[in-house]
């Protein structure tokens, strides 16, 4: 738990996303995205300090695995459906790699024409200066 939260609270940016394992552009939105763990197991999101970035994702989290050994952390909010695209209020984020400078998860999102993709999401400490984040095709 304190990989992911830290002493109280630990900012994560984006470094890069994928969808469907294809990189993805990282905009204004991408590159000011922060998205905060803190102790007390609440995950708040930046987006609304942005203008025309979109709601903020405010929520409660927790570590769960699954019978295969899978980590995963699940966030609950009534803020998933609608950011989301889904009906319940929570939405289960794969953990594929955690450690004390790099959070990597994936999931599925349903996107336009009722398609689901695999969205992987690298993020870092926000402190760290990492190049190659202002991606275009």
Known sequence: MNLIHGDSSKTWKIARRYN????????PCFL?????FRADKTVADNNEERIDC??????????????????YVKIKSPDIPSLM???????YF????????TLTIS???KQYGNNYR???DVLVREDLDIGDRYFHH
């Open 107 to 109: 999931f599925k999102h």
């Open 32 to 36: 000011s995205y922060r998205q905060t």
């Open 118 to 120: 695999t969205i992987t």
């Open 54 to 71: 979109g709601p903020s994702l405010k929520g409660i989290y927790e570590f769960r695995k699954d019978s295969k050994g899978y980590s």
């Open 20 to 27: 469907d394992d294809v990189r993805m552009n990282m905009g």
């Open 85 to 91: 695209n889904i009906e319940k209020d929570y939405k």
């Open 94 to 101: 794969k953990v594929l790699k955690l450690n004390k400078d």
